[in-house]
């Protein structure tokens, strides 16, 4: 298995609503990261885990809250967001932060996520 | 803290050779990695440069000036599936995550 998936696909939730978005891989990388993407724009780091343990949180407000249950899964719970959080949210792991040469992170393919 | 600039759009034509440039300004430098991202898709890993030189992939090759702060992306024999975004990012330190470009839009005319 060489994929990262998220689920799910698409979200519209309202600015009271409780969701969580969810990213799994199983290549037994031991870094994963959560990055927000506005259209036409570059990803932006949000969070980054390293074996488990939130290592980098780039002053992410609040509302956004990660969560990484064991080293497969990567969880970012979304609580009274704002209309302007409306975005592609990508996940991506990497074997762990500190390869050597020639690697890349693997992306998933992403959650739309709308907040109206 | 880092400052990496690309051009915003590019247009080539199918079959032709196309070279998307970024320069980067930053305090440290471990690695410099190109990323294709399809429109509303995640961005794919094309390649890392973290020496000086050229470094190919089939129809893809990058290539790095550390001296310079200069990286471009060279696409030969452009195909219609080529449009994309094309993402310049840069790692400063050993073991730290790397950030984007601002990235570059390519569309290929037929």
């Known amino acids: 298995d060489t994929e990262v998936t998220q689920t799910p696909k698409h979200l519209v939730m309202g600015m009271t609503n409780k969701k969580s978005l969810k990213c799994e891989q199983h290549?037994?990388?031991?870094?994963m990261y959560w990055y927000k993407q506005k259209a036409k724009k570059p990803p932006e780091l949000m969070f980054v885990y390293s074996y488990e343990k939130l290592s980098i949180n780039e002053s992410v407000p609040s509302r956004f809250s990660p969560e990484c249950p064991n080293s497969s899964l990567l969880n970012l719970h979304l609580h009274a967001l704002q209309p302007e959080d409306s975005a592609l949210y990508l996940c991506?792991?990497?074997?762990?932060?500190?390869?050597?040469?020639?690697?890349?992170?693997?992306f998933g393919s992403g959650t739309r996520l709308t907040v109206v | 803290g880092q400052n990496i600039d690309q051009p915003t759009e590019m247009t080539a034509t199918e079959g032709a050779i196309v070279q998307i440039n970024c320069t980067y300004q930053t305090s440290g430098f471990n690695g410099l990695f190109w990323y294709q991202q399809h429109a509303g898709e995640a961005p794919t890993f094309l390649s890392y440069n973290v020496l000086d030189g050229l470094e190919e992939k089939g129809r893809f090759s990058s290539f790095l000036s550390r001296s310079k702060g200069y990286s471009y992306l060279l696409l030969k024999e452009l195909q219609m599936k080529d449009s994309a975004s094309y993402l310049c990012a840069v790692r400063e330190n050993y073991g730290q995550n790397f950030v984007f470009g601002p990235g570059t839009r390519l569309s290929v005319l037929p």
């Open positions: 290549m037994g990388h031991r870094a």
């Open positions: 991506a792991s990497s074997q762990d932060r500190w390869e050597g040469a020639n690697y890349g992170y693997t």
